[in-house]
């Protein structure tokens, strides 16, 4: 069964400062890997989706690696903002789910 | 464009109730997939549906079931309500498997 993790649970930085969020999983049978954003009680905001062929992909201040043979992803964030302040959250597709970690709570501090 | 539309926003039940709770994937998805987060955890697979059928499923009981239209919306539907029920309920959809996923705003549901 896929399992997937994430590295560090909570993390707490001062506004503009770089960051690297981690994930990992064990099966590297995977269609793609998707990062996303969640605000307390709210839905999930997709940020970078990486199909399995893919190394990485950029959107702004973001950008998202994937290494399928070691089962890891990093998602690295330019000059961090007090807005920036969420849960981020890994999500692997097998093909038919998803296989979420328990996410990363990020604190941007003004 | 209308992305993921779920309905109702929040919701309150007595527990051994049912409830039903209803999703409109995003233009031009045909697959529908829902979602169970607790608190403080990661959103946890319930089941998938594609072609009105149900395609795929989690560690779910019984109680949980499903429904898919020809226009693609979907219903989760839940019986015998527990207290450990409540959580936000996530409809995805996407365009069948591996072009991600669009998520809705969730579905808090609350068993009293």
Known sequence: KQEVTQIPAALSVPEGENLVLNCSFTDSAIYNLQWFRQDPGKGLTSLLLIQSSQREQTSGRLNASLDKSSGRSTLYIAASQPGDSATYLCAVDTGNQFYFGTGTSLTVIP | DAGVTQSPTHLIKTRGQQVTLRCSPKSGHDTVSWYQQALG??????????????????????????????????????????????????CASSLDRGHGYTFGSGTRLTVV
Do not use: C, K, M, T
Not at chain 2, 47 to 74: A, K, L, T, V
């Open chain 2, 41 to 90: 955890q990661g959103p946890q697979f319930i089941f998938q549906y594609y072609e009105e059928e149900e395609r795929q499923r989690g560690n779910f009981p019984d109680r949980f079931s499903g429904h898919q239209f020809p226009n693609y919306s979907s219903e989760l539907n839940v019986n015998a309500l527990l207290l450990g029920d409540s959580a936000l309920y996530l």
